[in-house]
Nanobody, 116 residues
Framework: QVQLRESGGDLVQPGGSLRLSCVVS????????MGWYRQTPGKQREMVAE??????TYADSLRDRFTISTDYAENTLYLRMNGLSHEDTGIYYC???????????WGQGTQVTVSS
C-alpha cells in the first residue's frame, strides 16, 4: 500500500510562488510514475507534471512556470509553481503508480488559492 500526503497549499497573491510537497510512504524507489494533478473550478482533473520512468513531462500550458522534482532521501515529490494566476486556483493532488501493478495511488490533495 502506497500512501501519499500532500502539503504546501496556501493562499497566494497573483504573481506569487508556492512549493508543494508530497511525501510517499513507501519511498520513491519502485514507483514507475509519480506526479501532480489538479482540479480547478469547472474543469476536469488534469495532469500538471509527472515523472514517467524517470522522464519529466508537463502540461504544455504550464511547463514554463512549474517544475517537478524529487528528493529520494526524503521520500518526497515537489512541485514548484511560479507566476501564479487566478486560473491556477484549485486542489492539487499527488499520484503514483508502482512497477508491480497498475493501481493508481492518490493523495487527498492540497488547496491552492490565488487571490488578491
Amino acid at each position: 500500500q502506497v500512501q501519499l500526503r500532500e502539503s504546501g497549499g496556501d493562499l497566494v497573491q497573483p504573481g506569487g510562488s508556492l512549493r508543494l510537497s508530497c511525501v510517499v510512504s513507501s519511498g520513491l524507489f519502485g514507483l514507475s510514475t509519480m506526479g501532480w494533478y489538479r482540479q480547478t473550478p469547472g474543469k476536469q482533473r488534469e495532469m500538471v507534471a509527472e515523472f514517467v520512468r524517470g522522464t519529466a513531462t508537463y502540461a504544455d500550458s504550464l511547463r514554463d512556470r512549474f517544475t517537478i522534482s524529487t528528493d529520494y532521501a526524503e521520500n518526497t515529490l515537489y512541485l514548484r509553481m511560479n507566476g501564479l494566476s487566478h486560473e491556477d486556483t484549485g486542489i492539487y493532488y499527488c499520484k503514483a503508480t508502482t512497477f508491480l501493478g497498475t493501481t493508481e495511488y492518490w493523495g487527498q490533495g492540497t488547496q491552492v488559492t490565488v487571490s488578491s
